[in-house]
């Protein structure tokens, strides 16, 4: 019988660790936290949208007034930082293009003061969609 209960622990561990491994491979787990230590806020995001990973942001939307593509709205959960006199670094991820991050209030993120306007471009400077890290400091 303890043979038999060692190995049912032994199986048990081994999904459990199989469930969480596949969690955090989808990217499911990796959404609720960042290694971002000297941030005060940060954000990796997907060319959709998805955010990837993320410390003191709540949620990326796309832009609103406008239909171009490559228009994203970070928002930025604590209340404490003031966004429009902040440091704000962004960069694109493993791919060509041009980037900028609007700190202050934007139409294309309905004006919110707790919100980081993102727009991505090609190499071309055409809209476009491109996955981005943004960080404040």
Not at 26 to 55: H, W
Not at 66 to 95: F, W
Request: with cysteine; proline share 3%.
């Amino acid at each position: 019988m303890r043979s038999s209960a060692s190995r049912s622990s032994r199986v048990g561990a081994l999904v459990l660790g199989a469930v969480t491994s596949l969690a955090v491979l989808s990217g499911t787990a990796a959404a609720s936290g960042m290694d971002a230590p000297y941030a005060r806020a940060a954000a990796k995001v997907s060319g959709t949208a998805s955010l990837l990973g993320s410390k003191n942001v709540d949620a990326v939307t796309r832009g609103t007034g406008t239909n171009q593509a490559g228009v994203y709205c970070v928002k930025v959960s604590d209340p404490g930082i003031d966004l429009s006199s902040a440091a704000i670094l962004a960069t694109l991820n493993n791919s060509r293009g041009e980037i900028t991050a609007i700190g202050g209030p934007h139409g294309y993120c309905g004006n919110a003061t707790d919100a980081i306007t993102v727009v991505t471009s090609d190499s071309s400077g055409n809209s476009a969609d491109r996955p981005f890290t943004v960080a404040v400091l």
